[in-house]
Structure formats: structure tokens, C-alpha cells
């Protein structure tokens, strides 16, 4: 199995889960996290003290499939979350050795 | 409050046209102050929605504080039906009786009366105290009661518990005021009373799933101190408004009020800072309204040193009651015994020892040489009062659960109040998970049950419900459609 | 307005100095409540913006409280140069010229007045009801509107559209006045205004970027519920104060205030828990300000009891108006018509039906027997301050628009008002990333554009630029420079 | 503070016990007044502890917090046992002596006083700013000052630097008031006063660790806007309250304090916008409180339009002077110095300029042609003041260096306020980690010493320390024990 | 070295880090989280607006462990987490190359 | 590809930035986690009912970096996130298989 990790702007997480319904998936676990990178970040003036946050919010989706479904739910989600401008975000994949459903001890792909 | 007394110095020689006229402008500067202080006894009870919602988890914080606007709202109306009339009309010394319903015969003194001000703002400032007292008892149910059994609850029980008791204690035909309890501004009638009354529900409706093993920490204590400060407020309108005029006797509830609170924040910290370790903001806010709570009933018949005593102990001996509810296993939440139940009972108490008639009314207490006879007075009140609240309130919650459950079913109680009961959350800090609009309700489409199906929506000709695929525009950047009429 | 008037019982065969010295002693009662009830009407704004900062999101609270906050500024700034003047000076019934600029002249009572307060607390009152109906437009157009051209558009609204519709409506000598518009405290002057005012500047601006598709909740109902309760408590000050006197019909109006809030609030929730299968919170504090709203114009010329039934209706009806937007498809971002325009406009007409001189002003309406003759002055009142409102801010919008945008680029609206036009974040929970200090700002090194790069600091010969390598030591434990002075 | 008289037009042929009984209605006016402002002032300390609160970070919110009330309950009490004496007794041009003394005599007027409310009624109002005096240091010394020092600190100055200098300018037997020095609400008393002190003592303690290079910014702008509109609201207590008496001077107080307020946050944001690119809500919040301390010396001295200049300059002078420490160097956490020392000096000079005797007291200043014997008193003022207050308080702060340590350790300020000194969490959003339940507190079972390990719990009977085992029932569902009573 | 990552309800967060104390594992790193999947999720209204919200809070719980004790610690979290009811949640395990203790510079097990 | 994962004191981000800036990466994901392990947690009081927390707050730093890259930005995070002090957390390293850059949908060390 192969667990895929998205950071993308918080206002595609919607279109990110539309595209992986519509391709079969109806599972995620989702967490705001703070970016970091290309995408400038912005200056805030407080009395006077100006501060530079580099930081951008995102969201961070977690979703574990199988291993034949990895490529495609990559590019399911790469395509809809994408904008065009900077800062939409990366997808990793890394493997994933064991799957537990916890409510029923299932294991590997009836987990999902 | 027997205590409502023109303290104009009206000469006999005055002409009675110009005596007239004199009352008069003196009643405006009365009528000003009162009408000020109903407001604040209003805002008291949105204080006390943030006091105690502050305290709750943050799944149960609106439920918290559509509670207290609930009571604001629905006491608000019964009392012009007839609340107000129970309380204070006819000469019955146990109940008042229909002559005021609806607020006709407003142009009438209540009977015994001796205010100057105009009846309507003496019916202002009485209903916001009807309107607090079954507010302070979702501090002890809070977290799991139904909301529209509990709108039911405090239909009644301000009807079948607070009129009445009002009318003993409050009405100058009642029959615990003619035997000359002294309880300025509701030690009794609201604190005692509401403590009382919380301690029943608590019973009633049993433990919060959880307690006392599961964390149940305030999920805002910013919100607690903006509760506790805005009640301080809104007390000087309580206390001090409850001399029903601008005069010496009002100064002194406003500085007896004062001074007890502060002296019972500083008892309630310094034993939590022996006992615990730590002197916490929760507490000093708690004993700030412990010391309030125990002022209530004394604030026009002790002098401002007799509010230091009489605030220091309310506030230490508040605080170490609170423990007692975790080692007995009631789960009054939010210490609504702790605070109201015993520091009602201790003001009116210790009236019978600080009692000092300098005030220009009362008479004097034990420490002033009074005897114990003003403290047999005082005993007797609270017995009245609290003896008929417990039971009153048991019968009426026990009643109640012969016909429907008190209580949310569990998996609601553990998704909490705001999302089970209300259809709300209380935050949303913009993560993107917070949820997709579905529809706009309309009563010719009425709402279906809660389910995830997207249901018809009313600009669904836009954007039809099949439009959510991963082809579809993003809602924030809307490349054909213009965002702009 | 009408109702200014000494209602003291001065008898003729009182000698006229007595009398003077009697009205004066009473002023001061009617002037303590009108200072109190400025105050009050001015904490109305800060709840405001609380009431509407609770229902934008996370990103745009702060752009929304101070839009709020600079309304109070900049009104109270204008009223002082000329505002007040042209809404009560001078005999003009259109506008009230400048005899009271500067406010100068303040020693003489406003033509045609019969309050007995000083003028200055008159205008410290009047000011407040100025500073607030422009206030009220940002809930229409949330999130969207720059603030530089905010700022202009409300120093124009407030001139040439709220003054003269005051001085029409409020002043003795204005044209509405003078036919016998009632309108106790501002229902057609403030609400229906603002709601009209606020139609046409969600039609000027257009819809929100992402709406009506995506979700916009409140992000902190706590602070709705903050701004509804301080509402509420205020508005005591909006209705009774506006009496101009602490008398008999400002405690009418305190409690019609009250008990008509208290029905709306229920009716709201009551049509809500059928239509929607909920009550919610945000509906309770929605429909206690559609009351509030509904029984401005009406405070002091029904009953207590008329206020029932006047609030319930208000309550009800808002609350189902809220979903028209939506259908219709203008994005009224918090509902200003379904609340002020609508809520306004039928406070108005039902007095046509509910009035009763009963309150000891005004004349009956239908149900008392008094005809129609009532409602068609109230349907004239309407229909000038609705259609003049909307009209005008149409023009001056459209007019504004040729000179510079009203709405921020669609990048900035989309990151949010807070960090796009005011620099700053609401809310900084301590998590680390909350970004460097990297300058502190004078006069003489002015501000860089906003770019990554760190300014000149001010300290930088302390801690150069250069220092952010991974051998600098930890800003939080700086191990060789002690950091204490 | 020369402007306490009564107003009445007591004509010379009104017979005595008419004279007295019209005197006595005016006042229930002025009390009412009084009591109102009095309440009004109380609210302004739990507006500054959020003010202040909402600009430190989430760790530190609630020590702000609480210092803030402690200082509303230390000095409750102290000016009931002497305080107040120190202040307004005797006829000692230095000090008031202890003739008042746990409230004793106050049936007498003050000594020189002309105010026509209850002494007690003048007590309440005067207490008030002696609370928010202490109060307004907290900002300066934010973050890190040990809660038991920061008590005895605030007993210690209170007593030593505040009462004396009230005495000096505030009672009519003071030697700076009887010089004839201007400061209608506090100016210098409170403002000057406070933030001299709070210069002091954040060079005493010295810099919060990590600053300036370490971010620390506001944790909650709207907490802080929240505070700023309560203290605006609550400032017309402070200054229209000032005049002792509901009349056309309060008026004048009332509005210059509204008008100056507004131009000062016009004042402050407009340098912003032009220094730093951006208007900000900290920055008009910051304003608003700049212009409320400008105008408190000069609330009944100066006309509405010399308010607005006033006010203007000092939004614009403190804004720029915001910035200062950082180039220098001292940590004026929340800069109280730019912000109450130089805008309360600021507005005690200019009423030197644009002193104006047409509001009823006073003299002329420069602009009115009364020369430059008025600002020569106010620069008197000034410098007595500020010089003993900061002396005395760097003296009281190094002398209890000597006995005991300000600071906190730093592991405990890097952890924060709330956890290391109260025990405590501002904010727990439910996540699940907020904790564990080991124990209830009581006087027989003390508090073990901060450790992981579970203390015996009062209800370890039902569940044993050894429970948390990975088969032990959830406390959410317990599956075996019903979890109703 | 293995990461064991559990989504689970929150309110199991206590019996989790029990049942990994009772096993001998006395470190871990928790985060907020929102899960989608079989587990319905709940309306809300807001002036008649109608909102789906389809995520339900979940914590995150990330433990690093000896390769040999991988499959123990599943067993003990999904044991502990286990409520019987839809939406308990999924436990998955990833390979981990390096681990570092940051203060000491520690690797592999001696980090733990 | 490699996904180094840090777990440190909040303070600390500052510094790791810096450090990771220093040595070229510009691209990271942090997000606020709480930690429990052998640094002690603290005690709250609540009307004298006592809590034990036992987590205490830390940041969770996500960088995405090339192979041989990766054990010198393992080196470099732990180097500037050291204190000294229990609780200054640890650092991960887990097998990436995927990186794609969403608005690009580049691949591999072109997506860093
Ligand atoms: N090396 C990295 N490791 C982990 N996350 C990264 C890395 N680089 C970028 N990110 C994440 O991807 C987001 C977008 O990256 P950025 O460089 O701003 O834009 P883009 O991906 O469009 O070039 C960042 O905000 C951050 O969350
Ligand atoms: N494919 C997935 N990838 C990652 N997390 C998932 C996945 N499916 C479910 N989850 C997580 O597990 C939680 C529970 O899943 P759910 O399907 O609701 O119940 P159950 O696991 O009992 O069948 C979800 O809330 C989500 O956080
Ligand atoms: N086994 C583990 N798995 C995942 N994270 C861990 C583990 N052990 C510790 N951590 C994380 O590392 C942080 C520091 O660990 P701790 O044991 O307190 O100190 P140290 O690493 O200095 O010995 C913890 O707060 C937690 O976030």
C-alpha cells in the first residue's frame, strides 16, 4: 500500500476530495499546516514593528491506497488542486508496510 | 427591601404643590439610576452565558450560551403576562395574583410599595432578576440537557418557584418580608434559591458521561474573566439598584458590594494558593462571584469593614467547598452549590451577625449588640427558601421525566451540545474542512433531516449538485463566471 | 420624536423661581440618563462589530472591526464640524445649516426642542445614533470593500445621506416630523436607512468572491453572541434614552425594548426549529437584534403587551427573509436587509396598527380604533427615508466607483482583509510560525514596500542581518549577552 | 478637580427648607450620575486586562489577566481601611491623614469639597481610579514579573506613590490643586503617574527574554479591541463622571472626551498609513486609548473643536513615540510610556495652549489669550508628579529586589505565565491532550508538589490509580457503571 | 526502525498512551486532525444556509519504534482505540532509515 | 528521495529554517503537534481539581529533500534544533517514492 501525502491551498481541499471520490476513494485524514517555500509570504506591522511571516497556511491530506491506485490517485490530485500560480503545494508517496482498520483488526486493502 | 423610602428632607412647611413638584424631580434622578441598573442586571445574565461558557469543553459552549439568552428571552415575556403580577400584586402573602397580568394597572404603586420611580422601571429592574435566577442553574446542568426539555423546565419553574419566592421575600405583602427577613437584593430569592434549585437538576439528570475520570477542563478562560468582570459590572445595578433610588443607602450597596468582592477574591486565592499551589485566574473569578453572591443579601444592612469580614469568609469558604461535590459524586458542573447555594445562605447569614443599622435601615446584628434575633430571622428565610426550591425543583424535574427524557442521548452528548442540539460550530478557523454549502432553507423546501445528500439547492439552476467533480471550477477563482453582479 | 417634553406637575400658583430651580433639579436626573444612554448607544458600535467580526471568517475579522471602529471615529469627528448642525439646526425643513457647526451656540436649545437636558448632552446622544447607521452597512458588504475607499464613502454617506434624513425625521422642524411620522428612536432614520444603504452597496460592490457556493461561516459565535448581548444592552440607551428624560415613557420604552426582543428572539427560533429542525444560537442573537430593530421606531408608543406580538412578528419574518439573498442571488454578506430593512420598515408600519397614547404620546393606531390615518403617515415615512437611502447611496457608489474600485484585487480578498489591508493577523496561537521581527518603523527610515527582504532594523547593530545562521544562538536563551538590563 | 459646585439657580428668595429639599432632589441626580460612572471606571480595569491581554502571547494571557483584577481587589480593600483617607482626609497639604479610616465619618463632605452626592458615592468613584492607577503599569512590565512581588509591589505603590499624589492634585486640600493646577480626570494623577511608574519598573525588571529580536505578537486583536471599546465606553465615566454631578459640565466632558478619542485613532492611523503602508486595528485601538488619555486632564477645560486638535496631536505624538524604546533599548512590553506618559503630559500641557473658561471652570490658555500662567501650573503639575513618581517607584522596585526576586525563572517564562505561575491553560480546544484528572484538592489531603504522579484521588475508591491499563473501561462509554446517577 | 502513524477518536487519545505505556513505549507526538471516510459526518445551518460537513476530528498519533516491536505496537493501539463504532479509525506503519535524538545526537533504538 | 521529519521545540523553527536555508533547501511544511516522552509535562489546577498534562507543545518540520542530501539535512535540522535540554525531540527519515510539484506537476528533485 502506498500512503499519499498532499500540501495544497486550503480552498482546493474540496476539489482534492471530489477528485478522489470520483475516482473511488472515500477516505482521508486532513490537517492545517503552515508552508513554506516559493509562494512569498507577508509582512505584518504591529506599533510599528514590522514582521516578515514566511509561512503560508495549507492543508495537509493524508490518504492511504493501494498499490496499483498510487500513480493514479497522485494525478487525480495533483490536477485538482492545481491553480497554476505559486504555492500550489507537493505530493509525495511513500510506502506504507501495514493498514489496520481499527474498528474491525481488517488489514492491507479492506481497511480502506 | 424594606427599604424603598423617599429620603427626601420635605420640611412640613413646604406647600404640597411645590412638595409635589419636588418629589417629582427628585424621582427623575431615582428613575435614572434604576432604569440604568436594570440594564446592567440584564447584562448580567449575557456575563454569566460567557462566565460559565468560558468554563464549559468548546463542543458545549453555544448550547451554554443558548441557555442563558433562552431564560432572557422566555422570562422576559412570562413576566409581562404574568410573572411580574404573581410577584408583586394583590396583598396575598403567598402569591400576588392576576392584577397585573399583561401590565395593565401600571399607573399603580404595587401594594405596600414606597419607590418613587415609575411602576413600568420597577417592573424593569424585577424582571431581569427573574430572568437571572434560573440562568445560574445551567452552571450545574451543564453539558447534557435537552434543550427543549430544559426551555420547558424554565417556563415552569420560574413560574411554580421564582414568583412565588419572590413575592414572600421581595413583596411588602409577602409573608418572610412582613416577618422582617432582610435580604436587599435577592440573597435568598435568587442565589440560595437558583443553588438550590441547581442542586435538584444535577440529581435529576445525573452525571456528564465521563465524570469525574474524563478531563472536563474550561476551554476558555479569557471568556470566564470577561464573564466574571462584566458580572461585577452589572452587580453595582443588582446591589445598588436595589435601593430603588440615588441616594446614601444605594452608595453604600455600591461600596459594600464592591469591597466584599474584592476581599472574597483574595480569600478564595490565598486558599487556593495554601491548598494548591498555584493562586489560578479561575479562581479569583470564582471567588469574585462567591463574594458578590454573599454581598446580595447584606449589601444595604452592613458597613463597608463588615463587607471585608463578610467577603473574606464567603470567598474561603466557596472555595473550599468545591471539592466536596468530586468526593460526594454529584456532578454539579459548574460549582453552582459551591458558589450560590452556599454563599446565598452564608450573606444571609452573617447579616445576622454584621447586620449595623448605620446603614439607615435594618437593625442591628449580633456584633452590634442586636442579639440573635435578626439571625433566627435570617435562618428562617433560608430555610424557606431553599426548603421549597429543592423539593419544588425535584418535583418539577422528576415530573417532567415521567413524560421525556431530560437528557441527550449519548452519542449526541459526546459529539456535544453545539453540533447535536444546535446544528452549529462555535469555531472555524478556516482549515477548508469546515464544510460545504448545501441548500438555503426555505419554508416551502423545508429542510430534510440531517443526511449527507447535498438537498435541492435554491441556486441549484447555477450550479447543479452534480457539479462537485474534479472538473469543476473552483468556487474562489471562477474563470468563466464573473464573480461580480 | 415628538415626546420631548417636562412632564413635572408644576402648578401655576408656584412661584417662578421655585419652578426654575425645581426643573433644573430635575434635569439633572433627565440629564445623568441621557449620559448614560450616550454611553450606551456608543458601546452599541464595539458590539457591533463583534456581532458581525463573529460571523466573517478568521481571515476578515479584523477588517470588519475596523470599518466599525473608524465609523465611530470619523462620525464623531464630522458631527462635531458640522453633522449635528445640519441635522438640528435651523428652521429649514430639508437640512438644518450650519448654525451649530463647530458646535458652537450651544448654550441655546435646538429649534423647536423641549428637552430639558444641557444641548451638549443632546448632541452626545444624537451623535451616537449618527455613528452607528453607518456602522450597520458593513454587514452587507463583508469582506470586500478596501478600506481607503471605505473610509471616504462613509464620510459622504453620513453627510448626504443620514444627516438630512435625520433632520427630516427627527429634527421639530423637519418635513416628516412636522406631518407626524412616529418614529420613537430611529426605526426608519437608522434601520430601514441603513438596510436600504445597504442593499445598494452589495449591489454597487457584487458578490464575494466564492459565494454563494463555498463555505462561509461564522468563525467565533461566542462573539456574535458577545456583540448581541452587548446589543441588547445598549439599545436600553438607544430606545429609553430616547425619551430625553428618566420618566415614565423612558420606562416604556424599556420594557416594550425588552419584551419585544425577547419575542423576536423566540420567533426566530421557532421558525428555525420547524423550518431547519434547529434552533441555533446565531438565530437567537439574529432574532433578538431583528426585535431590537422592529421596536426602535416603536419603543414608546405601544404597550408592553402590543410589543409581544410586534417582536414575534419582527422575529419571524426576518428569519424567513434571510434565505431571499441567496435565491435571489445578491450577496448581502449578514443579512443588513433581512434584519435593518425589513426589521425597520415593519417596526414602522405595525405601529400604524399597535400604536396606543396609552404611553401618555402618539396617537392610536388601527387596533386601538384610531383608523388608518396613523399607518399612512408611518408608509409616507417609509417610503421617503427607504427610497432617498437607497437612491442616494446608489449614486454615490456608482459615483465613487469612477474615481477609484471599492473592491480590493482578488488575491488580497482571497488571503483576507487582516493580513491584505491592515498587515496584521487576528489571531497568533504561539506556534512558531507567526514570522522575525525584522524592523521597528520611524518617521525617518520609512517602511519598505511589503517585500521578504528584512528591513534596516533598528537594532541592527546589535544583531546584524547576517546573523540568521545556524550558529546564532537562540533568540529565546541567549547564553553569552545577559537579558536582563 | 476646582469644578465640584452646585449649578442649581437657587435664587435668593426661595425660603431655606425649599432650598434644602430642591437641593437634595438635584442630587439624586448627580448620585445617579456617580454611581453610573463609578460602575463605568470599575469596567475600565477588566477592559485594560484585555486590552493588554489580548497583546501578549497565548502563554502570558491569563497572568495579565489576573494582575489586573488583583489589583482591582487589593486596592478595593486597601482604600476601604485607609486609602481613601491618605487621599481625601485632613487638611495637610501633603497627606490626607487617617480621619476616613475604614470608611468612619462619612457623613462628612470631604475637607473643601463641594460635590452634592453622598461622600460614599464620591468613595465609590474615586476607588476606582486608584484601581486602574496599578492596573495600567502591568503593560510595561508584561510577561515576567513573579505574581506574590507584582502583589506586594501593588499594596506597596498604591499606598506609597498613588494615594500621596491623588492628595496633591485631587483633594481640595492638596498642595498642587490649591496652586491651581488643571487635571479634570486624572491626567497626571493616573496617567503620567502610571506610566512614569511603568518606566520604572520595566528598567527594574529588565527585558523579557528573546526580546526585541524574538516575535511576540498580539496573541488576540480582537481581545484587544474588545478592551479598547469598553475603555471608551467606560472612560465617560472616568471624565463626564468627573464632574460630580449630572450637568452641562459632565456634557462638555462627555463630548470632548468622544470627540478627542476619535481624532486621536484618526490621528494614529493616518502616521501609519504613511509610515508603515498599512492603517492597522491595533493601531486605531491604540489611538482610541492615546486621545482617551490625552483628553482625561483636559475633559472640562477645553472646547469640543479644541478637542479635536488635541486630540489629533496626541494620537499622532504617541504613535510616533511607540517605536522609541526598541532604538533605545528598554522593554516597555506594551508601551505604556508613549502611550500614558506622553499623551497624559501631552494633555496637561496643551491645556496650557487651548484651555478655554466658556465651559464654566477654568481659566484661559495661550490660544485664548490668557498667556502662559496656565501651562507655567501645568508644567508644575507635570513635573511634580512624573519626577516623584518615578523616583519613588524605581526605590520601591529596587528595595524589593533586595528582599526577594521579580522575575521569574527563565525556564518558567519561556513556558509561560499561565502554566508556571497559576497552573492554568488559557485556551483548550478538546483535542484530547489537554490532560488527565489525577485529584481533587482539599485541606485534609494538600496538594503534592507539581509531579507526574497520580495523587491520591477523592475518588480512588471507584477507581484506583492502577486502572489506566489498556483494558480499563473508556471513561467516555463505561460500558459497566451507568453513568446516571 | 518503523513509524507507526494512528488516526483514532479523540477521546481514545488517554487509552492509547496507556496501552503504548504498558507496552513499554513512552514516546510519542500527537496532532489535530480531521477524517473523512465511512463515518457520516453532520449538517449545520446558519440563517438557513445549509452546510455538509463531511469531516469528523480525529487525533494523530505518530510513535517510532524498534522494527521488532512494529507489529506489537499496532496491535496494542488498535486494541486500545477500538470502540466497536464507524469511524474508529486506521493505524499504518512506514519504514524509517534514520532517527535521531536532536539533543544528544543518538541514532536508531538509542533515540527511543 | 527522502521525507525528513523533525519534531522540535517551537522556539526552535527559527533556527532550523535557517539552518536548512543555509545548506539550500527553501521548502518545508510545519505544523503544530503536542509530544509526550521523558520531559515532563505540568500539573493545572482547577477549583482544586488536578490535571496532569503530559504533553508538552512542539513543531513537526516536513522537508522533502534529494537522497544525498538527505543525511546532511538530518545533520543540519538536529544541529540547529538542539538545546541541550530533555524534550528538544527527534528526527525522522522516511523513503519518498513520489514528489511532484502540483502547480507544475513536475517530478522528482525538479517538484523540490
Ligand atoms: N522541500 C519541501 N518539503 C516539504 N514541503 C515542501 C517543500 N517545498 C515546498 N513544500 C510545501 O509546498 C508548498 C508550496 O511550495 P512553493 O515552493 O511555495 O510553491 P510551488 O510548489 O508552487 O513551487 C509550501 O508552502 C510547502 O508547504
Ligand atoms: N484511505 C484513507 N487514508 C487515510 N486516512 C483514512 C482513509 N480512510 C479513512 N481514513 C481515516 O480513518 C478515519 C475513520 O475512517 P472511517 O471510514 O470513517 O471509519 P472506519 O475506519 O471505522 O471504517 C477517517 O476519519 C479518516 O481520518
Ligand atoms: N517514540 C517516539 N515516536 C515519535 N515521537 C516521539 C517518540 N519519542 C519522543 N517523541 C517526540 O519527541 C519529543 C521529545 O522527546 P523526549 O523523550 O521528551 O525528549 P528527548 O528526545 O530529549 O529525550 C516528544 O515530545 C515527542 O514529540
Redesign the pocket.
Same mark, same amino acid.
Given at each position: 500500500m502506498k500512503l499519499v501525502t498532499a500540501v495544497v491551498k486550503p480552498f482546493k481541499l474540496d476539489d482534492v476530495k471530489a477528485a478522489l471520490e470520483a475516482f473511488g476513494?472515500h477516505?482521508?485524514?486532513v490537517s492545517e499546516v503552515q508552508g513554506y517555500g516559493r509562494q512569498k509570504g507577508h509582512t505584518e506591522v504591529y506599533r510599528g514593528a514590522e514582521y516578515q511571516v514566511a509561512f503560508n497556511p495549507k492543508v495537509r491530506i493524508?490518504? +492511504? +491506497?493501494d498499490d496499483a491506485d498510487a500513480e493514479d490517485a497522485v494525478a487525480a490530485v495533483s490536477k485538482a488542486a492545481q491553480t497554476g500560480s505559486i504555492g500550489d503545494g507537493k505530493v509525495w508517496v511513500v510506502p506504507v508496510e501495514t493498514l489496520v #482498520? +481499527? #474498528?474491525t483488526g481488517e488489514r492491507g486493502s479492506d481497511a480502506? | 427591601m424594606s427599604h424603598w423610602l423617599s429620603l427626601l428632607p420635605l420640611d412640613d412647611t413646604i406647600p404640597d404643590p411645590i412638595k409635589t413638584a419636588i418629589s417629582s424631580a427628585s424621582a427623575e434622578g431615582d428613575t435614572a439610576w434604576v432604569l440604568t441598573s436594570a440594564a446592567l442586571v440584564l447584562l448580567m445574565t449575557v456575563a454569566l452565558a460567557f462566565f460559565y461558557g468560558g468554563m464549559v469543553r468548546a463542543k458545549n459552549v453555544l448550547g451554554m450560551l443558548m441557555q442563558n439568552f433562552y431564560c432572557i428571552a422566555a422570562v422576559s415575556v412570562l413576566w409581562v403576562l404574568f410573572g411580574f403580577s404573581i410577584a408583586f400584586g394583590g396583598s396575598n402573602s403567598v402569591w400576588g395574583g392576576l392584577h397585573f397580568a399583561l401590565l395593565h394597572h401600571m399607573d399603580e404603586i404595587i401594594p405596600g410599595g414606597t419607590y418613587t420611580t415609575p411602576t413600568l422601571a420597577f417592573f424593569a429592574f424585577q424582571v431581569t432578576f427573574a430572568i437571572i435566577t434560573p440562568a445560574l442553574i445551567t452552571g450545574s446542568t451543564a453539558d447534557r440537557w435537552r434543550f427543549g426539555a430544559f426551555a420547558i423546565f424554565v417556563a415552569l419553574w420560574s413560574t411554580l418557584v421564582y414568583d412565588p419566592i419572590a413575592h414572600w421575600v421581595f413583596a411588602p405583602t409577602g409573608w418572610l418580608f412582613k416577618r422582617g427577613a432582610e435580604d436587599f437584593a435577592g440573597g435568598t430569592v435568587v442565589h440560595a434559591n437558583a443553588g438550590a434549585a441547581g442542586l435538584a437538576m444535577c440529581l435529576v439528570l445525573g452525571k456528564r458521561i465521563g465524570w469525574p475520570k474524563q478531563a472536563m477542563k474550561p476551554h476558555n478562560v479569557p471568556y470566564v474573566m470577561l464573564g466574571a468582570g462584566l458580572l461585577w459590572f452589572g452587580w453595582f445595578g443588582f446591589n445598588s439598584g436595589s435601593a430603588i433610588a440615588a441616594n446614601n443607602l444605594a452608595s453604600y450597596a455600591w461600596v459594600n458590594t464592591n469591597t466584599a468582592t474584592a476581599a472574597a477574591l483574595l480569600g478564595w486565592i490565598i486558599v487556593e494558593r495554601i491548598r494548591d499551589g498555584h493562586a489560578t485566574t479561575l479562581g479569583a473569578a470564582s471567588g469574585a462571584v462567591a463574594g458578590l453572591v454573599a454581598i446580595t443579601p447584606a449589601a444595604g444592612f452592613v458597613t463597608p469593614y463588615g463587607s471585608i469580614a463578610l467577603g473574606a469568609i464567603a470567598g474561603a469558604v466557596c472555595c473550599l467547598c468545591t471539592v466536596i461535590k468530586t468526593k460526594i459524586g454529584f456532578d454539579d458542573s459548574l460549582d453552582v452549590v459551591a458558589v450560590h447555594l452556599v454563599g446565598g445562605i452564608l450573606g444571609a447569614l452573617l447579616i445576622g451577625f454584621f447586620g449595623d443599622k448605620a446603614t439607615g435601615i435594618g437593625i442591628d446584628g449580633i456584633f452590634k449588640g442586636g442579639g440573635g434575633h435578626l439571625l433566627k430571622l435570617q435562618a428562617e428565610d433560608v430555610g424557606a427558601t431553599v426548603g421549597y426550591s429543592f423539593v419544588a425543583t425535584l418535583i418539577i424535574g422528576y415530573a417532567m421525566n415521567l413524560v421525556f427524557k431530560h437528557r441527550m442521548p449519548e452519542d449526541q452528548e459526546i459529539a456535544g451540545m453545539d453540533i447535536s442540539l444546535h446544528g452549529e460550530s462555535a469555531y472555524d478557523m478556516g482549515a477548508g474542512t469546515s464544510g460545504t454549502l448545501v441548500g438555503a432553507h426555505s419554508v416551502s423546501t423545508p429542510a430534510p433531516a440531517p443526511a449527507p445528500a447535498p438537498a435541492t439547492s435554491a441556486y441549484s439552476t447555477a450550479s447543479p449538485p452534480s457539479a462537485p467533480s474534479i472538473t469543476m471550477p473552483s468556487p474562489l477563482t471562477p474563470p468563466a463566471t464573473p464573480s461580480e453582479a
Open positions: 476513494v477516505g482521508m485524514t493524508e490518504v +492511504v +491506497v #482498520r +481499527v #474498528r480502506l | -
